[in-house]
C-alpha cells in the first residue's frame, strides 16, 4: 500500500511530524497502519505536545481509508452495471463454462475452491492460455507457489491449435507467452505492491505488448492470507479484507474478470470446507468447488455462491490432468 510520506502534498496533516510519530511505532504505509492497534496509537498521542494535531491525522488517515470504498448504488444502477460490457471470457475447460454458462464474467472475481491435487492450477492456466489465444489480450498472473508452468500451457496451445506446425505454430506459443503477464509473489504484502502497481498501470493503460488486459489471477489466494489469520489480533483479518476489496475494485473499475484459488480446510462436522473462514465467504461474487479422486481424470464441480445462478448445482466432467516434467 501507499507510504505515508507519498500522501503529504496532497493532505498536509500527513506531514513529516505525523510521519515521525508514525514511524517510532512502525508504521511507514497505509498497510502498516491498518495492522497497528489504533487505540493503543491514540493513546500515545497524548504523550506528545502536538497531541491534538496527531489525532487529526489519525482521523485523516482514517477518513483515507474510507474513501477507498466504492459509492452505495440504487438498484437501477446496479442492473445497468450488470449489463454494461460484462463479457464472458472462456476457461478452456467444458466443464466449468457449462456451469457458468459460458465462463469467467468481466467485472466479478471468481473463485475456485479444491483440495489439493484436484484441478485448481491447470484450471488457471488453461483459462490464462485461452483468454490470450480466444480474446486476443493479457492476462496478469500472481503465482504464489511456484506453479506457472510454460511447458503446461505449451501443451494447452498445442491442443487448441492441433492444425498449425512447425514455425506457425511456435510463433503461436511465443505470443501467447508473452501476453501472460507473471510475478512471482510470496507474501500478502508483495502482492499488494503488485496491485498497486498493475491499478496504476491500468489506470494509465500501460501494459504489456499494449495488449488489453481482461484477466488477472492469483494461484492461489490463501497461501499469502492463511499465514496472517493466526492469533488473537485483527491485523490479518483486516489486511485479508483489504485484498478482497482491491481485487474486486480492480476487477470492477476496469471490467476485467478476477479469478482466485482457494484450499479447503477440515469443518466440525468432518466435511471439507473452504479455507479463510465465513468473513471471506462474503468477498467473493462467485464460488466453484472443484473435486477429483486421486488418481481420476474424472471431476465434480458445484456451484458455492452466484448471484444469478442455483447454488450446490453439481456436473461431472472429464478433466485432461496434464503433468509435463
Not at 39 to 45: G, K
Not at 76 to 92: P, W
Not at 115 to 142: D, E
Not at 189 to 203: C, G, S
Amino acid at each position: 500500500m501507499a507510504p505515508l510520506e507519498s500522501l503529504e502534498k496532497e493532505y498536509p496533516l500527513i506531514d513529516s511530524n505525523f510521519q515521525s510519530f508514525c514511524a517510532s511505532h512502525g508504521i511507514f504505509s497505509v498497510e502498516d497502519f491498518l495492522l497497528h492497534d489504533l487505540d493503543a496509537l491514540l493513546s500515545f498521542t497524548d504523550n506528545h505536545s502536538t497531541s491534538q494535531t496527531l489525532k487529526q491525522g489519525i482521523d485523516q488517515l482514517i477518513s483515507i481509508i474510507d474513501a477507498l470504498h466504492p459509492p452505495l448504488l440504487n438498484g437501477l444502477q446496479l442492473l445497468e452495471d450488470a449489463q454494461r460490457n460484462k463479457h464472458v471470457l472462456s476457461t478452456g475447460c467444458e466443464g466449468i463454462d457449462a456451469l457458468l454458462r459460458g465462463g469467467l464474467r468481466e467485472g466479478q472475481l471468481t473463485e475456485l475452491v479444491g483440495s489439493s491435487s484436484s484441478g485448481k492450477t491447470q484450471a488457471c492456466l488453461l483459462s490464462a492460455s485461452t483468454v490470450v489465444a480466444k480474446h486476443k489480450s493479457s492476462v496478469i498472473y500472481l503465482d504464489t507457489g511456484n506453479s506457472f508452468s510454460p511447458q503446461r500451457i505449451a501443451h494447452f496451445v498445442g491442443q487448441s491449435s492441433g492444425h498449425i506446425f512447425g514455425n506457425q505454430a511456435d510463433h503461436m506459443l511465443k505470443k501467447v507467452l508473452d501476453r501472460i503477464i507473471c510475478y512471482s509473489v510470496f507474501d500478502v504484502y508483495h502482492m499488494f505492491d503488485v496491485l498497486h502497481q498493475l491499478k496504476i498501470n491500468l489506470r494509465s493503460e500501460i501494459v504489456k505488448s499494449n495488449q488489453h488486459v481482461r484477466l488477472l489471477i492469483v494461484d492461489s489466494i490463501s497461501s499469502l492470507i492463511t499465514p496472517i489469520l493466526g492469533g488473537s489480533g485483527p491485523q490479518g483479518h483486516a489486511l485479508m479484507i483489504s485484498a478482497g476489496f482491491l481485487l474486486k475494485k480492480l476487477a470492477h473499475e476496469h471490467n476485467i474478470a478476477v479469478l482466485v484459488t482457494n484450499h479447503v480446510v477440515g469443518g466440525d462436522d468432518g466435511i471439507s470446507k473452504p479455507a479463510m473462514g465465513e468473513s471471506w465467504k462474503s468477498v467473493p461474487h462467485v464460488r466453484i468447488l472443484l473435486s477429483r479422486d486421486c488418481g481420476s481424470n474424472v471431476c465434480d464441480i458445484s456451484i458455492l455462491k452466484h448471484p444469478s445462478m442455483v447454488c450446490h448445482l453439481i456436473r461431472k466432467f472429464l478433466y485432461d490432468v496434464v503433468y509435463v516434467s
